[in-house]
């Protein structure tokens, strides 16, 4: 190994929060981090995932929704639309999009909360490691994203309401 001038602090914790400091201060990772993150699998795979965040944030179009996504909104739409509207069961004009460009919009953010939550879970376990068992600490932490997944469910079930309401409130604001 050659010497290093600033040994940096060891453990792979270290280094993903170096990592992280570097990815938000737009500035290079040590090198030392990066010949880390070269040979170790966990420290890697947060680099990469930094490195997709980082694409997804340069794009100025938000990202367009996966056709399968969309299609598996519009199906739920349907059935949902159909019990709660049967009489006007047909979609208005321009749904599609509109639920396309709400999901598109809705994905936008997402690395940044997938982020954020990585990110508590990280430093929530660090902070209560000395002080709860590590079973009540995973049971925690599986709480956790439990909520997190329910969350996310809400607000994409959610988002063909909302295009149908906005669509709908359209068409009364032009008549
Ligand atoms: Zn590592």
Known sequence: MSPDPQPPAAGCEAVTARLSDAFFART???????DHA???AACGSFQRDLVELAGALATDAPPT????????TLERARAELSRHE?????LPAGYRREVGRLIGATLLPLPLVLLWNAAVLSVGGELLSGLLPTALLQALAAGYVLAGATWLGC??????????NQLRRRALEMA
Request: contains cysteine; glycine residues 6%; proline residues 3%.
């Open 86 to 90: 049967a009489a006007t069961a047909t």
């Open 155 to 164: 607000l994409y079930g959610s988002l063909p309401l909302m295009a149908h």
């Open 38 to 40: 070269a040979g170790c």
């Open 65 to 72: 929704a996966r056709d399968a996504l969309v299609h598996q």
């Open 28 to 34: 290079a990772a040590a090198e030392s981090d990066r």
